[in-house]
């Protein structure tokens, strides 16, 4: 049995300071036992969502806060910022009018490509994105049909 953990990064409005998270989470992926594909695709989503995010953030004092934690059957990761409420990130890619203004790497196809649940919050001037990603019971290298690479 793996021991839990959970990292939390303040990322300063600075898009050169993502890599750090896409390492972290490449971190928790691995150990988590994601094969290198869908561990290499949750990297880059993850590090596409930041980069889209930090844009949005209220003020240059002001920046994203990361939270990685794996559980027994799962992954999470949070992307916080404050600011306005906006569509969550990848969402947009469902109205076709506001993707087309933002011009976003990250798609909602993609997203769901990448993780198994994703969750939004917006409240009290807070912008929560929430990624899940489910573990496979067992740790063999096989795929199994419709489990996204877990």
Partial sequence: MREH???????????????????????????????????????????????QTLPLVQGKADGLDVAIEDFEDRLEIVVEHHGAAQPSLGMESFIPEFARQLNVRVTGARLMLSVDRIEYDASNGSIRTTLVKYLRSGRSSGTTAGTNGR
């Fill in 5 to 51: 953990s959970r990292t939390r990064v303040h990322l300063s409005p600075d898009a050169r300071l993502v890599a750090a998270v896409g390492g972290a989470v490449a971190h928790f992926a691995a150990r988590a036992g994601l094969e290198d594909g869908a561990c290499h695709l949750l990297t880059e989503v993850l590090e596409d969502l930041c980069y």
